[in-house]
C-alpha cells in the first residue's frame, strides 16, 4: 500500500515515514513531553504491536517544523 492512500502504519512504518529510528518511535509513544509524544493503540493477541495513524503522524511532523522555525 502507499504511503499517500495509507491511514494506519506499523511501528516500523511509522519510522520510515517520519524518517527516524524505530527507537525514536517508542520513544515517542512513552514520552510525556507534548512536542513529542505520538499516540497509538496497542493490537494484536497479546496488545504488543502498536498501531499508528497518519494524522497522529502528519501532526509530529507539524509540530516539529513549527517548532524548528
Known amino acids: 500500500m502507499s504511503t499517500k492512500t495509507q491511514t494506519h502504519f506499523t511501528a516500523d512504518e511509522a519510522a520510515d515515514y517520519l524518517r527516524v529510528s524505530r527507537r525514536e518511535i517508542d520513544r515517542c509513544t512513552r514520552t510525556t513531553e507534548p512536542l513529542d509524544y505520538i499516540p497509538s493503540a496497542a493490537v494484536g493477541e ?6 499508528f495513524r497518519r494524522v497522529d503522524l502528519d501532526a509530529w511532523i507539524e509540530r516539529h517544523m513549527e517548532d524548528a522555525s
Do not use: G, P, Q, Y
Not at 497479546?46 to 498501531?51: F, G
Open 46 to 51: 497479546k496488545r504488543t504491536k502498536r498501531l
